[in-house]
């Protein structure tokens, strides 16, 4: 992967917002901080995914906070992975020398120590000398609650009223109003370390010299590289596909198996506008289909917990709203209550900053086919289905059943009209139809003539009420004409032949509205209100999507095109966004969980096609 190259400006210069892109992702699989080509970190929530913000200079540049590092000269920088590892290291290349920031959080097994969340920032001088300065301004409580700062020699101790940090350094600390800095300068050779550690509930302050950050780098490395050897993948784009994998696996939730959609909230789909959500929580379907790219690439222990963790919130006596919500919190939590934060201005002034998500108690039908045909995946790559789990699918394609022709949110979440939505029912087709393959392939009990009647009914409902004749394609919902790029999944389910000349039909139109450049809107706005203002960015999951579909239709060297140009839209370490903006720009939450399953799987399918 190529290395980001940017310029360090002077600080009276500098831009109040690092762009959404210019970041990398570190993490312990219990929370994460995004770190700026900049050496500065904007966005971390400790402890976990969903806690309120100690740095979110991402969402206000003068409220947020942030943890700032870097050479005190204006310097050009790179960032870069630590090869297989999800260790960040950014580069400094200065007139009288080079240095690096390397960022990581150590993964533990002993569970005191898991707590303590720490970050460690381990700066060296590889060439010439450096002078660096450091500044770190926590902001609790997405900056509702003050602190106090106290220090003594390479500590300083941060206490808020729900939370407190200790930072040690081995170079001197000194206090600034309630923040901690330091200025130093490094020769070539020398290395500083600064660890942020939690504190309280029995978690006292410990110092990190420099040999011990050197001893958590190289178990870090190891475990990194332990885990992603077990990739079975040998096809094209490895490095992009690690890459992915290794994001999915930082955006999952260790005590539980959740995985977040993304672990960042309100990151604009439109610089300006209101599209902006919290994704700090896990989403069936995201994750279903995170576990399905997963277990492609051969790791099963991670659907494995995640399954464990759907039968343990499962609702036994669902009604109309079914025996799953779209979404929970990590911890498994079924109330996400929405709320403004009024006082942050947003990124780059893209108001409002939303915690919470009310989508929470919507109907999305199509939640159900993705994880029952990640699971009937699992049952195939993994291991086979407990009888436990057997009973929970029962459970789940009993309601599909009876429950499918409802009309309700859609995938999109729209916050306008519910509709017949095409993918919706789509989707509640294949759960119904891999259940009928478990139970099938493993001789398990099921009312499957009655799944099988259900199946073939909204075969025909989709057929004859999904198709326009005057537009000549699938639709997004009944009683309109209205395109979707969502449609895409249909022989990517296996639902229709890839080349029915319905789909291919169907295709091309999508391929004549949605698509520019490889990129692909998920529908027109202005023509399928979704009860929010503003515009929509190119959807980077349907992008991949359309890559699949014109694989399977044949069309490969367009597939591949396709594919080339989507990897030039990734960010400098190969991450991505929710969306692309007009000029290349990425928006949205930011990394995307579905974005990175969705790249997984279309270089698998396109990587097979090309033999």
Request: hydrophobic letters at 40%; aromatic letters at 10%; glycine letters at 8%.
């Given at each position: 992967?190529?290395?980001?190259?940017?310029?360090?400006?002077?600080?009276?210069?500098?831009?109040?917002?690092?762009?959404?892109?210019?970041?990398?992702?570190?993490?312990?699989?219990?929370?994460?901080?995004?770190?700026?080509?900049?050496?500065?970190?904007?966005?971390?929530?400790?402890?976990?995914?969903?806690?309120?913000?100690?740095?979110?200079?991402?969402?206000?540049?003068?409220?947020?906070?942030?943890?700032?590092?870097a050479p005190d000269v204006p310097a050009r920088t790179k960032q870069f992975y630590f090869p297989d590892t999800n260790i960040l290291i950014t580069r400094f290349f200065a007139d009288n020398g080079v240095g690096e920031v390397q960022d990581f959080m150590p993964i533990v097994d002993d569970s005191r120590e898991?707590?303590?969340?720490?970050?460690?920032?381990?700066?060296?001088?590889?060439?010439?000398?450096?002078?660096?300065?450091?500044?770190?301004?926590?902001?609790?409580?997405?900056?509702?609650?003050?602190?106090?700062?106290?220090?003594?020699?390479?500590?300083?101790?941060?206490?808020?009223?729900?939370?407190?940090?200790?930072?040690?350094?081995?170079?001197?600390?000194?206090?600034?109003?309630?923040?901690?800095?330091?200025?130093?300068?490094?020769?070539?050779?020398?290395?500083?370390v600064f660890a942020l550690d939690r504190i309280g509930d029995g978690i006292r302050p410990r110092s990190c010299a420099v040999l011990e950050a050197e001893e958590l780098f190289g178990a870090t490395v190891r475990y990194w590289r332990n885990w992603l050897s077990r990739s079975r993948y040998r096809g094209r784009?490895?490095?992009?596909?690690?890459?992915?994998?290794?994001?999915?696996?930082?955006?999952?939730?260790?005590?539980?198996?959740?995985?977040?959609?993304?672990?960042?909230?309100?990151?604009?789909?439109?610089?300006?506008?209101?599209?902006?959500?919290?994704?700090?929580?896990?989403?069936?379907?995201?994750?279903?289909?995170?576990?399905?790219?997963?277990?492609?690439?051969?790791?099963?222990?991670?659907?494995?917990?995640?399954?464990?963790?759907?039968?343990?919130?499962?609702?036994?006596?669902?009604?109309?709203?079914?025996?799953?919500?779209?979404?929970?919190?990590?911890?498994?939590?079924?109330?996400?209550?929405?709320?403004?934060?009024?006082?942050?201005?947003?990124?780059?002034?893209?108001?409002?900053?939303?915690?919470?998500?009310?989508?929470?108690?919507?109907?999305?039908?199509?939640?159900?086919?993705?994880?029952?045909?990640?699971?009937?995946?699992?049952?195939?790559?993994?291991?086979?289905?407990?009888?436990?789990?057997?009973?929970?699918?029962?459970?789940?394609?009993?309601?599909?059943?009876?429950?499918?022709?409802?009309?309700?949110?859609?995938?999109?979440?729209?916050?306008?009209?519910?509709?017949?939505?095409?993918?919706?029912?789509?989707?509640?087709?294949?759960?119904?139809?891999?259940?009928?393959?478990?139970?099938?392939?493993?001789?398990?009990?099921?009312?499957?003539?009655?799944?099988?009647?259900?199946?073939?009914?909204?075969?025909?409902?989709?057929?004859?009420?999904?198709?326009?004749?005057?537009?000549?394609?699938?639709?997004?919902?009944?009683?309109?004409?209205?395109?979707?790029?969502?449609?895409?999944?249909?022989?990517?389910?296996?639902?229709?032949?890839?080349?029915?000349?319905?789909?291919?039909?169907?295709?091309?139109?999508?391929?004549?509205?949605?698509?520019?450049?490889?990129?692909?809107?998920?529908?027109?706005?202005?023509?399928?209100?979704?009860?929010?203002?503003?515009?929509?960015?190119?959807?980077?999951?349907?992008?991949?999507?359309?890559?699949?579909?014109?694989?399977?239709?044949?069309?490969?060297?367009?597939?591949?095109?396709?594919?080339?140009?989507?990897?030039?839209?990734?960010?400098?370490?190969?991450?991505?966004?929710?969306?692309?903006?007009?000029?290349?720009?990425?928006?949205?939450?930011?990394?995307?969980?579905?974005?990175?399953?969705?790249?997984?799987?279309?270089?698998?399918?396109?990587?097979?096609?090309?033999?």
């Amino acid at each position: 992967m190529t290395a980001c190259e940017s310029v360090r400006p002077r600080k009276a210069d500098a831009p109040r917002y690092t762009p959404i892109a210019e970041h990398g992702l570190i993490g312990d699989m219990r929370t994460a901080a995004l770190v700026g080509t900049n050496g500065t970190i904007d966005w971390y929530c400790c402890t976990r995914f969903d806690a309120p913000s100690v740095f979110a200079a991402l969402l206000d540049a003068d409220r947020g906070g942030a943890f700032e590092l870097a050479p005190d000269v204006p310097a050009r920088t790179k960032q870069f992975y630590f090869p297989d590892t999800n260790i960040l290291i950014t580069r400094f290349f200065a007139d009288n020398g080079v240095g690096e920031v390397q960022d990581f959080m150590p993964i533990v097994d002993d569970s005191r120590e898991a707590d303590r969340h720490r970050l460690i920032r381990r700066v060296l001088c590889v060439r010439g000398s450096l002078p660096f300065s450091a500044r770190v301004a926590p902001r609790f409580d997405y900056g509702r609650h003050t602190h106090t700062v106290s220090t003594q020699p390479g500590q300083a101790l941060f206490r808020s009223p729900d939370l407190s940090l200790a930072l040690t350094s081995s170079v001197p600390l000194e206090t600034d109003g309630t923040d901690a800095r330091a200025s130093f300068t490094l020769a070539e050779g020398e290395a500083a370390v600064f660890a942020l550690d939690r504190i309280g509930d029995g978690i006292r302050p410990r110092s990190c010299a420099v040999l011990e950050a050197e001893e958590l780098f190289g178990a870090t490395v190891r475990y990194w590289r332990n885990w992603l050897s077990r990739s079975r993948y040998r096809g094209r784009w490895r490095e992009m596909v690690h890459r992915s994998a290794l994001t999915l696996k930082l955006l999952t939730y260790a005590p539980t198996g959740a995985i977040v959609a993304a672990p960042t909230t309100s990151l604009p789909e439109q610089i300006g506008g209101e599209r902006n959500w919290d994704y700090r929580y896990v989403w069936v379907r995201d994750a279903a289909f995170c576990l399905y790219a997963l277990l492609r690439l051969g790791f099963t222990d991670e659907a494995k917990s995640f399954v464990q963790f759907l039968s343990a919130h499962l609702c036994r006596s669902p009604g109309r709203e079914g025996p799953l919500q779209i979404m929970y919190g990590i911890d498994g939590r079924s109330e996400l209550p929405e709320e403004e934060l009024t006082h942050l201005e947003g990124h780059l002034g893209s108001a409002p900053v939303r915690i919470g998500n009310d989508a929470v108690n919507q109907l999305q039908l199509d939640i159900y086919g993705a994880l029952i045909d990640s699971l009937y995946l699992y049952d195939k790559l993994g291991e086979p289905l407990s009888s436990e789990h057997w009973d929970t699918v029962g459970e789940l394609v009993d309601w599909v059943c009876v429950n499918w022709d409802q009309p309700d949110e859609g995938i999109w979440e729209t916050r306008g009209k519910i509709q017949h939505f095409l993918y919706s029912q789509l989707m509640c087709w294949v759960a119904i139809e891999r259940a009928i393959r478990v139970a099938n392939h493993r001789g398990l009990p099921a009312d499957t003539v009655r799944w099988a009647q259900a199946r073939d009914a909204i075969y025909r409902r989709i057929m004859e009420r999904g198709w326009s004749a005057e537009r000549k394609a699938f639709v997004q919902h009944e009683g309109d004409d209205v395109l979707d790029a969502s449609v895409l999944m249909m022989p990517l389910a296996k639902f229709i032949s890839p080349t029915d000349p319905k789909w291919l039909s169907t295709l091309e139109a999508l391929g004549e509205e949605l698509v520019s450049d490889s990129l692909v809107h998920r529908y027109d706005p202005q023509l399928s209100p979704d009860g929010l203002r503003g515009e929509d960015g190119t959807f980077s999951i349907c992008s991949f999507w359309y890559v699949e579909a014109l694989s399977r239709a044949g069309r490969i060297d367009e597939a591949r095109l396709a594919f080339e140009k989507m990897l030039t839209y990734a960010n400098h370490l190969g991450l991505y966004a929710e969306e692309i903006g007009r000029t290349g720009e990425q928006i949205g939450n930011f990394p995307q969980a579905f974005t990175h399953l969705g790249l997984i799987s279309a270089a698998f399918n396109l990587d097979r096609a090309l033999g």
